[in-house]
């Protein structure tokens, strides 16, 4: 019994050591050599060198001068510590109320956009924490942007045109626009919006 015992415990030691401790170090080492800016956290910085947050968590934006990204359900808002979806149905009134909502408040703030407010500008995504829209939910907000930041809205168009991002691998996702990184440019491009 106890060589039985000596031997599961050395097995034990050595898988802990093993991929406890050998896997992840070597893991962690390749994805900084190889991908140093991902491994940590594909994280964006303003215009004085300041981190401002992750290319791959969304957050909010609320004053006129930027591009808004979709609601988010992941804790109380963009909470990248509570990643989710809210889990509303279709039949849902609480959904229906903040859906109204959102589409009132879209409305009233740009009252010069041509069309119908996109889908996603009032549905979250599964994780809350989407960083992208699509090119028509950016340029839809493109009245609002120019007019609050002073400037004509073919520059900030053009400015959404050259950040979209096609299909992963050319066949994956839809082209889209990643929310966060456009307002960094466009503070770096037509400086701060005034708080």
Request: glycine residues 8%.
């Given at each position: 019994?106890r ?10 030691l050595?898988?802990?050591?093993v ?21 940590n ?9 300041r ?8 957050q ?13 359900a992941?804790?109380?808002g963009?909470?990248p ?21 959102d ?24 994780s809350?924490?989407d960083?992208?829209l699509?090119p028509?939910a950016a ?9 609050a ?16 991002e096609g ?27 005034p708080?």
């Amino acid at each position: 019994m106890r060589k039985e015992i000596a031997i599961a415990l050395r097995v034990s030691l050595v898988t802990l050591v093993v991929t406890g401790l050998l896997y992840p170090a070597a893991m962690t080492a390749l994805a900084q050599l190889l991908v140093p800016v991902q491994a940590n956290g594909s994280l964006v910085t303003d215009e004085n060198g300041r981190v401002v947050g992750s290319e791959l968590i969304a957050q909010a934006f609320t004053r006129p001068g930027y591009l808004q990204p979709r609601p988010s359900a992941a804790g109380d808002g963009y909470d990248p510590l509570s990643s989710g979806g809210s889990n509303l149905g279709p039949t849902s009134q609480k959904l229906r109320d903040r859906v109204t909502r959102d589409l009132e408040r879209l409305r009233a703030e740009n009252p010069d956009a041509a069309g119908l407010v996109p889908a996603e500008l009032v549905t979250t995504s599964a994780s809350g924490l989407d960083p992208h829209l699509s090119p028509q939910a950016a340029l839809w907000q493109v009245p609002r942007v120019a007019k609050a930041r002073g400037i004509d809205p073919a520059r900030v168009r053009a400015m959404i045109e050259d950040r979209i991002e096609g299909r992963t691998f050319g066949f994956l996702g839809e082209p889209r626009v990643n929310v966060l990184l456009l307002n960094v440019a466009l503070d770096r491009q037509f400086g701060r919006v005034p708080e």
